[in-house]
Each structure stands twice: as structure tokens, then as C-alpha cells.
């Protein structure tokens, strides 16, 4: 604040204190001057009490006629007489008590009971003058006064009134219009449009919704008066239907009947609500109450969900499962088209009856009965039910039950949704019954190759052994060509006993169920790297420390020496390398085994795990390695592949399960 609003501020702070002293001053003065009159006044209440008695048999009956406290007094406010009631509100001893009215006025009326003696002595009479009084018995209450100057001779000598109690009327007064305007503020907040109307159609009062929603642009007070048609026509050319509007509005005015929601559409698409209340008093109108809702998100809303509901009862009609509902008795309420297909029955043959009582089997029905009783308390799970259909067909179904809730949260019933797995438990038993098949078989197989094995290997070993016998017979007289040949034969056995050794491995991978434990990758390459025969020429690097993975020890350690052998057996490079590295994934570890050897062409890339593809002859290869080596990774739930150019090397990557 400024110094200069001080000043005006502290300037005007001085004018009404001082404006205050001098109405002090003069009430001083004024109350100086009454109790001085006061004083006079006394010396002649013996004339007027006289005066009074030579009247007092008029008087009396005049007291007598009134019920309402009446009171006469001096014009000093001393009271010469009263009535019964007079007393019983002032809460006196008696009709004779001396008092001066002055001494019962509440301490904040003094100005105003000055005002109210000025009033009475200028006009001779008091209409309706209100004041607070604080009664003998300290009660506060509200007094409303009517009074005039008796006059002797034509000069004024005391003052007599009624004297009414309006405590309690003043009271529910301030009730009433607390009320009134607590309702008109709640009228005026309301989410609806409010008209109310006098029995001439004339409006007495609306609320802001109302203007809004019509776009009336006018504050409500300026509806006041104004007959309704005269309103809705204003804005009647916003309607998709202004006539029949209008219309239907007079026709509501006239028949002075109850109309629950009418809808009323826009132009711009917003739809309202309308709702009319006769009022009426003792069979008379007394007018009419309109009310007006947007009920256009409702309307959309509504109209989408029956959109919904169609497309859903279309979807549901339709769809390849079995649909049932029903109440808590299992009592059947609807059913779907595909269950009516699936049991043979009609709609009319099944809503109405006991679902559990029709279809299930014999052996089936506690499965049944208590899968509805854990519905009942919520419980949702498929099951598998056997039924019989209307032909007597014994068919599989796959059960899925949940309970049915209403707005309250109670369950109501159940909903029901089947499958006819008949075919697929049919499958299911084929399958089976194949899996039983094909389990002997691979047993006779593996029999076999080992009985194969064991026969071919025989006759081997007698090759090997006769040629054996006939070198060491003929030593030193064989010639050159004869050794070679011998040496081939040799050479030709060894191999062909290897590749029986490799498809009985191959058989037998997968064929039994492995034993899984913690294998140490890491070790098991430092160990085979000693184990193998590996040229100076070539070195093995591994990168990076191999993790700890479940598996079967004897079969890892095959895959990692049948790939790290088959690098080394096609590195063709003065200065041969093979880096291992190992990746870790989420699930599984991804190895890599890259070599600089002769490389393979990606046209074969697809080939080389198949069993006897071998794309570079060689003496001790019998195409079965790799086929071994991808079985391994596959028992491992793993997969395995490669990357390779010609002439500059091939990578293997393979990945292997943590556990």
C-alpha cells in the first residue's frame, strides 16, 4: 500500500470516529432530555391515573376483548397498565408491576426505540415496528409493535398497542428463505434442464441448463413471464421435427398428463429427455413442472451396445462351440444354435429342464455335480464330460464353466461353453495306439542293428584276420602291388567296421531317455584338446570361459569332438586356426566353432546333416558325423547351423539349453 492510500485510508478512519462521538453526544443528549421529561412526566401520573379510573370501566372491557398482549403507557415508556398477556410475555409478576419499557430493550435497539418515539409522537401511531426485548427471565425475543397517542383535550398524554411475539415467526421466515434459496441453488447446479410454469403456461423460473441446452443465450431471469411456446419456438428450428415439436408441446400443456421420457432430436445429433409433472392443489392446477436431460451419450452409447450385442448374439449363434446358460437350479435358460447341432435336441425340448438330468452319462453325473457347486463359489476350469446325444450317441465334449453375476454381485446361474472333441479323442486313441506301435518297433529296430552290428562285424574281423595271416604267411614273397592291395583291403575293412560302429550311435541317439547332470563345457574341451591328435600346424583357441549347462556328459563331449575333428580334418592353410566362443541367451547358450579350412558352398549347406552325405571323399569319413552331431543339440533342445565360404572357412553355431 502506498504512503498516499495511508493517508486517505488513516483521514477517513478519523472522519467516522469523530462522526462516531457525535452521534454519541447526541444520543447523551437526546436520553438527557427524555429522563428529564420522564421526571415531569411523573407529577402528572396521579392526573392520568385518575383520569384513567373515571374511564376504567371502558377500559376494562376493552382489555377484556383483547387476547394479544396490550399495553398503555406514559409517554416516557413507563407502563400504567397491561393484560394477562402483556405479562406472560415480559415475563412481570403481575398486571401493576412497575416498568419502564426502556429497561427490557435489548442494549443494541437504544438507537432505535429512540427512532420509534420520534415516529410515534410525529404520525400518532406505530405500525408494525420491530425491536428485540430480553424478557425478566432473560429470554430473548423478537417483538413486532402497532400502536398510537391517546390524547386529553387534543394534547398527548400516553401511548397504548398491541405487542406481538414473532421469535419463532421471524425464525421459520429465515428457515423458509435458507430453504428457498438452498433449493434454488440447487435447481440452478442441476445437470438438467428445470421450466417451471403458472397455471397460464407462464414461466415463473428455469435454470441455467435449460438456457444451455436449447443455446437460448439469455440468463433464466429473462424467461420470467414468458409463455413456454413462445421459448421453445426460438430455438425450434435447431429439432429434426420443429412442428411436430411444438405440437406435441401444446398437446402436453393441455392435457395436463404425466409424460415420462419423450426424446427430442437436434439437428447437430444431441438428444434430450423430456419429462412433464402436472402440479395441482385441492383439483386445481396450480401449473406444471418440465424437466429436460441430454441423454445423447446414453442414446450413442446404447445404440453402439445393441450394435454389439447383435454382432455378439450373431457371433455366438454361429460360432463352433456349445452354448448353454443357466440358474442356479441348473435349470436351462438359453441355448445356441451349434449345441442344439451338437446334442440333436430342439431349443423347446431343452430351455426349462435340468441340463444335468439329460445329458451327461450315468458314470459322469457327480463329475457334473460338483463342477456346479465349485461354480457356485467361482471356481472356472475346463473338464472333459461324456454325453449322450438325442440319438443315444455316446460323444466327448470339452466342458468350460463360469458363473453368471448380476448389478449386485449374486450369482445368478452359470454360463456353459462345450467343444465336441469326439473326433480328436478318436485321433488322440489312433495316436496313441501308433505310439504303442512305433515304440516296439524302434525297440526291434534297435535289436536289430545291434544283432546287424554284431553279424557284419563278425565276418570283418575274419577278413581282417585272414589278411592278416596271409601277409605274415607270405612275407617276403609278395610283391609291391600285392602289399598295396592287401593293405587296401585292410584299409577298406577298418572303414567299413567304423560306419557299422556309426549307425549303431546313430540308432541309438534319442532312443532312451538320457541321464542329465552338470556338465562343465569348459573342461570338456581342455580335455579333448589334449586327447585328439591336432597338428602343430593348426591351434585351437578358445575365447571365452564355456559355461555349466544340464546335459549328458558322454554325448556333449562327442559333439564338441566330432566338430572340432572335422575342422581339423578340412584346414588346408599353412597356419590352421579354430576359435571357440560361447554366447549367453535367455534360455540357452549358443556356441561357435570357426575354422580357416577349405570351406563349403552354400548350395550344400542344406545337405551336410543328413546321414552319408559326405561332400569331400575322404578315407576315414563315413557322412554320418554331422547327422550325429545335430541329433546331439536336438536331444538338448537346441539347433545348429553354420556359415561357410569357399576357401575361407567355416563357422558352426549351435545352441545348447541352460537346464
Given at each position: 500500500m502506498s504512503k498516499e492510500q495511508i493517508e486517505i485510508l488513516q483521514q477517513a478512519l478519523e472522519k467516522e470516529k469523530a462522526a462516531r462521538k457525535q452521534a454519541e453526544k447526541k444520543l447523551e443528549t437526546k436520553t438527557a432530555e427524555f429522563l428529564k421529561a420522564n421526571q415531569k412526566l411523573k407529577k402528572t401520573n396521579k392526573e392520568l391515573e385518575e383520569l384513567f379510573l373515571s374511564r376504567d370501566t371502558q377500559l376494562q372491557g376493552v382489555f377484556e376483548s383483547i387476547v394479544e398482549p396490550y399495553i398503555i403507557m406514559d409517554l416516557a415508556g413507563n407502563i400504567m397498565k397491561m393484560n394477562e398477556a402483556a405479562v406472560a410475555m415480559f415475563d412481570f409478576k403481575n398486571t401493576?408491576?412497575?416498568?419502564?419499557?426502556?429497561?427490557?430493550?435489548?442494549?443494541?435497539?437504544?438507537?432505535?426505540?429512540?427512532?420509534?418515539?420520534?415516529?410515534?409522537?410525529?404520525?400518532?401511531?406505530?405500525?408494525?415496528f420491530t425491536l428485540k426485548i430480553i424478557t425478566?427471565?432473560?429470554?430473548?425475543?423478537?417483538?413486532?409493535?402497532?400502536?398510537?397517542?391517546?390524547?386529553?383535550?387534543?394534547?398527548?398524554?400516553?401511548?397504548?398497542?398491541i405487542v406481538r411475539d414473532i421469535t419463532q415467526e421471524k425464525a421459520n421466515e429465515e428457515q423458509l428463505l435458507e430453504s428457498k434459496n438452498r433449493l434454488s441453488t440447487l435447481v440452478n447446479n442441476l445437470d438438467n434442464g428445470v421450466l417451471l410454469e403458472d397455471e397460464n403456461h407462464r414461466i415463473i423460473s428455469s435454470n441455467k441448463k435449460f438456457t444451455e441446452l436449447f443455446s437460448l443465450g439469455v440468463?433464466?431471469?429473462?424467461?420470467?413471464?414468458?409463455?413456454?411456446?413462445?421459448?421453445?419456438?426460438?430455438?425450434?428450428?435447431?429439432?429434426?421435427?420443429?412442428?411436430?415439436?411444438?405440437?406435441?408441446?401444446?398437446?402436453?400443456?393441455?392435457?395436463?398428463?404425466?409424460?415420462?421420457?419423450?426424446?427430442?432430436?437436434?439437428?447437430?445429433?444431441?438428444?434430450?429427455?423430456?419429462?412433464?409433472?402436472?402440479?395441482?392443489?385441492?383439483?386445481?392446477?396450480?401449473?406444471?413442472?418440465?424437466?429436460?436431460?441430454?441423454?445423447?451419450?446414453?442414446?450413442?452409447?446404447?445404440?453402439?451396445?445393441?450394435?454389439?450385442q447383435q454382432k455378439y448374439y450373431s457371433i455366438i449363434s454361429n460360432i463352433n462351440l456349445g452354448l448353454i446358460e443357466v440358474d442356479t437350479e441348473n435349470v436351462i435358460l438359453m441355448v445356441n444354435d451349434s449345441f442344439l447341432s451338437m446334442t440333436g435336441y430342439k431349443e423347446e425340448e431343452l430351455v426349462g429342464i435340468k441340463g444335468k438330468n439329460l445329458l451327461p452319462i450315468k458314470e459322469d453325473l457327480d463329475l457334473v455335480k460338483k463342477k456346479?457347486?465349485?461354480?457356485?463359489?467361482?471356481?472356472?476350469?475346463?473338464?472333459?464330460l461324456r454325453i449322450k446325444n438325442k440319438q443315444g450317441e455316446i460323444r466327448y465334449w470339452m466342458a468350460s464353466g463360469a458363473p453368471n453375476y448380476d448389478l449386485e454381485g449374486n450369482i445368478t446361474g452359470s454360463i456353459g461353453v462345450y467343444y465336441d472333441i469326439t473326433e480328436i479323442?478318436?485321433?488322440?486313441?489312433?495316436?496313441?495306439?501308433?505310439?504303442?506301435?512305433?515304440?516296439?518297433?524302434?525297440?526291434?529296430?534297435?535289436?536289430?542293428?545291434?544283432?546287424?552290428?554284431?553279424?557284419?562285424?563278425?565276418?570283418?574281423?575274419?577278413?581282417?584276420?585272414?589278411?592278416?595271416?596271409?601277409?605274415?604267411?607270405?612275407?617276403g614273397k609278395l610283391d609291391n602291388a600285392s602289399i598295396q592291395n592287401f593293405s587296401l583291403i585292410e584299409s577298406t575293412v577298418e572303414k567299413m567296421e567304423q560306419l557299422i560302429t556309426d549307425i549303431l550311435e546313430y540308432s541309438s541317439i534319442g532312443s532312451e531317455e538320457i541321464e542329465k547332470s552338470?556338465?562343465?563345457?569348459?573342461?570338456?574341451v581342455t580335455d579333448l584338446i589334449q586327447m585328439l591328435f591336432i597338428p602343430e600346424h593348426i591351434s585351437v583357441n578358445v575365447l571365452s570361459k564355456l559355461p555349466i549347462i544340464k546335459g549328458n556328459k558322454t554325448k556333449l563331449q562327442q559333439l564338441f569332438q566330432n566338430l572340432i575333428s572335422n575342422a581339423v580334418k578340412f584346414i588346408d592353410k599353412e597356419v590352421g586356426i579354430i576359435d571357440i566362443n560361447v554366447k549367453e541367451l535367455s534360455t540357452h547358450y549358443k556356441f561357435c566353432i570357426k575354422d580357416n579350412g577349405i570351406g563349403i558352398e552354400k548350395k550344400f549347406h542344406h545337405k551336410i546333416f543328413r546321414i552319408f552325405n559326405t561332400l569331400n571323399k575322404s578315407e576315414d569319413s563315413t557322412g554320418i558325423g554331422l547327422s550325429i552331431v545335430k541329433k546331439i543339440v536336438e536331444l538338448h533342445e537346441g539347433k545348429i547351423w553354420l556359415e561357410s565360404e569357399p576357401n575361407i572357412g567355416t563357422t558352426f553355431y549351435f545352441t545348447l539349453k541352460k537346464q
Open positions: 401493576k408491576e412497575d416498568c419502564n419499557l426502556n429497561s427490557i430493550l435489548h442494549p443494541s435497539e437504544t438507537t432505535r426505540v429512540l427512532e420509534s418515539y420520534q415516529i410515534l409522537y410525529k404520525e400518532g401511531q406505530l405500525t408494525n425478566r427471565k432473560k429470554r430473548h425475543i423478537l417483538i413486532q409493535i402497532n400502536a398510537n397517542i391517546i390524547y386529553d383535550k387534543g394534547k398527548p398524554v400516553a401511548a397504548q398497542g440468463p433464466p431471469e429473462e424467461l420470467q413471464g414468458l409463455s413456454n411456446i413462445e421459448v421453445f419456438k426460438q430455438k425450434s428450428h435447431l429439432l429434426t421435427k420443429p412442428e411436430a415439436f411444438l405440437n406435441n408441446i401444446q398437446s402436453i400443456s393441455q392435457k395436463k398428463e404425466t409424460v415420462f421420457s419423450e426424446v427430442i432430436e437436434f439437428k447437430n445429433g444431441k438428444i434430450l429427455e423430456l419429462n412433464y409433472l402436472p402440479i395441482a392443489q385441492a383439483n386445481q392446477s396450480k401449473g406444471s413442472l418440465w424437466t429436460f436431460k441430454d441423454i445423447t451419450l446414453i442414446r450413442t452409447y446404447l445404440k453402439r451396445l445393441e450394435i454389439e456346479l457347486e465349485e461354480r457356485k463359489k467361482g471356481k472356472i476350469e475346463s473338464y472333459e479323442k478318436k485321433l488322440q486313441n489312433q495316436k496313441e495306439n501308433l505310439l504303442l506301435k512305433l515304440e516296439k518297433r524302434n525297440e526291434e529296430l534297435q535289436e536289430y542293428a545291434h544283432i546287424v552290428s554284431h553279424d557284419l562285424k563278425s565276418p570283418l574281423r575274419s577278413v581282417s584276420a585272414l589278411v592278416s595271416w596271409l601277409k605274415e604267411d607270405n612275407k552338470d556338465v562343465n563345457i569348459n573342461t570338456v
